[in-house]
């Protein structure tokens, strides 16, 4: 926090200083015996008066950076950063009145102070409505957070970096031991914190494969990410065996994939019905915040970061493997900038034996044409997810947008998808090239490799840099 916040110590001391300047200027003899011609007011008033309005600028671009920088995890965080704004605003009107008001009717008579009211009255009303309807907008996230669900910031790492970090997390071990019947099949009915060998230190969080805990391997001191998913709950032996087979399949074949910007598989085993996936521990944010609009990563970093999830995807293709589930909430950004693409094979994991054929598999607004009818699947359903994802980062809009699941389904497998430079005209057009290529219905007309993908996106890259 110190690290990634100091700003906030600097924005404070030009603050003090602003202060400090106006209330030293409004002390000097001087300036309390010169008048300033154009308002009738001494010298040293203005001077406090300045040093005033300028300590309440910096305080409001201080809340506007700090806005900024809170990450949108649809919890606590993206209810604080969508209120901050206006709430400073309804503060700063309020004290900017207080300060400037006498003043006001000192330099302009009655008609400065009845100017100074109402526009103190309409500036209040103004940023009280914007503070309302930022407030409702996104009560969910209030609620999501009160009611301590677990935030849509995806993190594999409790953000520290330290075996003494790790060893306190296990202060909190009693609490999550309370949850962890939830998920784990245990004697008696009392946690046992542990899989395999890893100590489970806390939980991180919850999705839809199972919970997340942080452990540590106490043979070699690292801490890694454990993914958890009851492998039992099905009535049909037959089937679970089918369930577990797939499932130490898929693990095993994602952890052949060794590459910088896929997160490492380090180890995989079942403990009383839950199985459990190591794996490297990393921390940022997901792509997810950045694919609304007012909140658009820059045209450059988009287009790199996609062109190096596509590459990471050619890897995986070319080792046989085949994500599934390409969407935002699987692409991280990490705290130094790597990216890295998650939960490869989980789609396929998570889905029964029984339903293998025909089944859709993956998130209905990030599926293939291929996918949403039930055939199979090869590495180019991966290309059109990820041309999904590329369209919500350059427009902040989904390429197929309906009022339900069933309707996106449809759209997906037989209406065109909208155009980016409709929504966003200045985009180049080269930007549209690859998007409609990659979101071609028909797999034989889209890219066919990754690379191939990456390759354009590499050169498209290298002209907006030009």
């Not at 594999?156 to 330290?162: C, H, K, R, V, Y």
Request: with cysteine.
């Amino acid at each position: 926090m110190s690290r990634s916040w100091g700003w906030v110590g600097q924005y404070g001391m030009v603050i003090g200083l602003a202060l400090l300047l106006g209330f030293v200027l409004s002390r000097v003899p001087l300036f309390q015996q010169t008048l300033v011609g154009t308002v009738g007011l001494p010298a040293s008033a203005v001077a406090r008066l300045f040093g005033e309005g300028v300590a309440l600028v910096i305080l409001w671009l201080l809340a506007h950076r700090a806005a900024q920088e809170l990450p949108a995890d649809r919890a606590g965080r993206t209810f604080l950063r969508t209120i901050l704004r206006p709430l400073t605003t309804v503060m700063l009107i309020f004290l900017g009145y207080k300060t400037f008001w006498l003043q006001a009717a000192t330099a302009f008579g009655s008609s400065g102070t009845m100017i100074s009211h109402w526009l103190y009255v309409f500036g209040l009303l103004g940023a009280t409505a914007w503070l309302t309807l930022a407030w409702v907008r996104n009560v969910g996230a209030l609620t999501t957070f009160l009611e301590g669900r677990a935030p849509n910031r995806k993190s594999t790492d409790l953000g520290a970096g330290d075996e003494e970090q790790g060893d306190q997390a296990l202060s909190d071990i009693d609490v999550a031991s309370k949850r962890f019947d939830r998920t784990v099949a245990l004697n008696h009915e009392q946690a046992r914190p542990t899989f395999g060998r890893y100590r489970i230190l806390k939980e991180l969080g919850r999705g839809a494969m199972g919970v997340v805990y942080l452990g540590k391997d106490p043979t070699i001191h690292r801490f890694v990410a454990i993914k958890t998913m009851r492998l039992d709950q099905m009535d049909d032996p037959d089937e679970v065996k089918g369930i577990k087979e797939r499932f130490f399949r898929e693990a095993e074949s994602t952890g052949r994939l060794m590459h910088p910007n896929i997160v490492t598989i380090y180890d995989a085993g079942e403990e009383e019905g839950v199985g459990y996936i190591a794996m490297e521990r990393v921390d940022g944010m997901t792509l997810t915040s950045w694919c609304r609009r007012g909140n658009l990563l820059p045209l450059q970093r988009v287009v790199e970061i996609m062109a190096e999830v596509a590459e990471a995807l050619d890897y995986a293709h070319r080792q046989g493997v085949v994500h599934r589930d390409i969407k935002p909430a699987n692409i991280m950004v990490t705290t130094n900038g790597t990216v890295k693409v998650m939960d490869f094979g989980i789609a396929r994991i998570t889905s029964s034996k029984k339903t293998q054929t025909g089944t859709v598999m993956g998130s209905p607004s990030y599926m293939s044409p291929e996918q949403v009818s039930g055939a199979k699947v090869d590495g180019r359903s991966d290309i059109f997810s990820l041309g999904v994802v590329l369209f919500e980062l350059l427009t902040g809009t989904a390429p197929f947008e309906a009022e339900n699941v069933s309707a996106v389904l449809f759209k997906i497998a037989h209406e065109p998808h909208s155009s980016v430079r409709a929504v966003r005209p200045e985009l180049p057009p080269g930007t549209e090239t690859i998007v409609n290529r990659a979101l071609h219905k028909e797999p034989l007309n889209r890219y066919q490799r990754a690379r191939d993908l990456a390759q354009d996106l590499r050169k498209c890259h290298q002209s907006l840099s030009a």
